[in-house]
C-alpha cells in the first residue's frame, strides 16, 4: 500500500573533518503533516572510501589519487562507524552524534547514514544521506610539468595547498620525494618447480626537498 509517512535525514554541516563530531537529524511524519511521536528508530553510519578534488585547481593531483594506479596498494574498506536504536522525541526527530575516529583510512571518505524509522502500523520505512569526510584540514596538490619524462630531462613540479573549498593556503610546508619506479621481469619457480616470469617493482628515491606553499 502506499507509504503514510516519510523519513528525512539531514546532516548538520555539508562536510566534515576527522577528529570532529559528526551529528545530523533524523525526523519523520506523516505525509498529512504530523510527527510520529515516540517511534522506533535504528540507525547505521557506514565510511566507504570516496574520491574528492578540492574545486578550481585542473590539472592537479591531490590526496591519494596516485595511489590508484598501485596494484600493490591495499583497497580501502567499508567500515561500520556506529549504529544505535532510538525512540524518536515529541516533534518525530532524534539526533545523531558520533565522533569521527580515523583507523584505517588514508583518504577522503563518504559518511553514509541511514535511518529506519517503524510506524504504530509496524511499517518500516528507510532512508539514506551520504556526507563528505577529510582526512586533514586541508589537500595537497601536485602539478608535473609532464606527464612523460626523458633520461636526462628535468622535471618540476608546483604543489599547492587548499582548503576543502578550492581556498588556497600558503606557509604550508611540505616534504616532496621524487620515485623513480623500475619493473624487472625475473624467472621463478614456481608449482612444481616450473619457471615462471614475474614483474618486480624496484622503487628509488631520487630527491628528496622540503617546500612551503604560496597562495
Partial sequence: RPAEFEVLLKSRKA???????????????????????????SWSLRLNPAWFAPPGHDGYVFGRD???????????????????????????????????????????????????VQSPSR?????????????????LGLKPSTSFLKKGDALSVEVIATLPDGALQSGRSASVKLVKREWRSVRKAGLGGRLEWISEKSDTVVETQTVKTTA
Fill in 15 to 41: 562536510d566534515y573533518v576527522f577528529g570532529k563530531t559528526y551529528e545530523a537529524d533524523i525526523r519523520a511524519a506523516y505525509l498529512f503533516g504530523g510527527a510520529l511521536a515516540g517511534q522506533k528508530t
Fill in 66 to 116: 596516485v595511489e590508484a594506479w598501485d596494484e600493490d596498494q591495499p583497497a580501502e574498506q567499508s567500515r561500520l562507524l556506529g549504529s544505535a536504536e532510538g525512540v524518536l522525541d515529541k516533534d518525530g526527530r532524534l539526533a545523531v552524534s558520533i565522533p569521527l575516529v580515523a583507523e584505517k583510512e588514508r583518504g577522503t571518505v563518504s559518511a553514509d547514514l541511514e535511518a529506519t
Fill in 123 to 139: 511499517r518500516s520505512i528507510s532512508s539514506r544521506i551520504q556526507t563528505i569526510i577529510h582526512r586533514g584540514e586541508f589537500y
